[in-house]
């Protein structure tokens, strides 16, 4: 287990609803990555979160947005589902900004109907 | 955006076969990783490699960062069932905030 949590595990939406994921980094860990991976492609980068920052993006529209919190725990918020946002989407913590091993979460997998 | 290409995109082995699977890239890499994913799983960190010629093993698991440090490559000795799963690679380019992956390699093991 790398330590890193995300609930839920598995969630369906609606096209036109908002989604909220949210993901526990390793301890000591202060940086947190967000991952989507469609079905039979790798990950792909949405962005990453720094002292509760955003720290980098991705090619993902506005209407993906994140938070991090004092605890380095971190949210993915997706407004306005399209069917095309159907896929795994995985937090990576890091121990810091620079730092390059990223340890990944078991995922949740949306599904956007 | 940098991309990587992984190759095989699949591979059927016999249990006990070595097995070789490699990444290139037109850019120039700083860092290559090798992960693993089982289904419904995150991907699992099996090797990290950082300077260009390295060549560093874990367990049955040996990884080489390629000299032109746009490419890499990972082999498995001695096949076994437990090594079924999807490998990718992946990469970062100089002060980039994410990694780059590759689209992955899906290895099957025939007992």
């Known amino acids: 287990e790398t330590g890193v949590t995300q609930s839920p595990t598995h969630l369906i939406k609606t096209r036109g609803q908002q989604v909220t994921l949210r993901c526990s980094s390793q301890?000591?860990?202060?940086?947190v990555s967000w991952y989507q991976q469609a079905l039979g492609q790798g990950p792909q980068f949405i962005f990453q979160y720094y002292r509760e920052e955003e720290n980098g993006r991705g090619n993902f529209p506005p209407r993906f947005s994140g938070l991090q919190f004092p605890n380095y725990s971190s949210e993915l918020n997706v407004n306005a589902l399209e069917l095309d946002d159907s896929a795994l989407y995985l937090c990576?913590?890091?121990?810091?900004?620079?730092?390059?091993?990223?340890?990944f979460g078991q995922g949740t997998r949306l599904t956007v109907v | 955006g940098q991309q990587l290409n992984q190759s095989p995109q699949s591979m059927f082995i016999q249990e006990g076969e070595d097995v070789s699977m490699n990444c290139t890239s037109s850019?120039?890499?700083?860092?290559w990783l090798w992960y693993k994913q089982d289904p419904g799983e995150g991907p699992v960190l099996l090797i990290a490699?950082?300077?260009?010629?390295e060549l560093t093993s874990n367990g049955r698991l040996t990884a080489q960062f390629g000299i032109t440090r746009k490419d890499s490559f990972l082999n498995i000795s001695a096949s076994i069932p437990s090594d079924v799963g999807i490998y990718f690679c992946?990469?970062?380019?100089?002060?980039?905030?994410?990694?780059?992956f590759g689209s992955g390699t899906q290895l099957t093991v025939l007992p």
């Open positions: 990576a913590s890091t121990p810091g900004v620079g730092d390059t091993e990223a340890f």
């Open positions: 301890s000591g860990h202060n940086t």
């Open positions: 992946a990469g970062r380019v100089g002060s980039a905030r994410q990694l780059t």
């Open positions: 850019s120039i890499f700083n860092t």
């Open positions: 490699l950082y300077k260009a010629g």
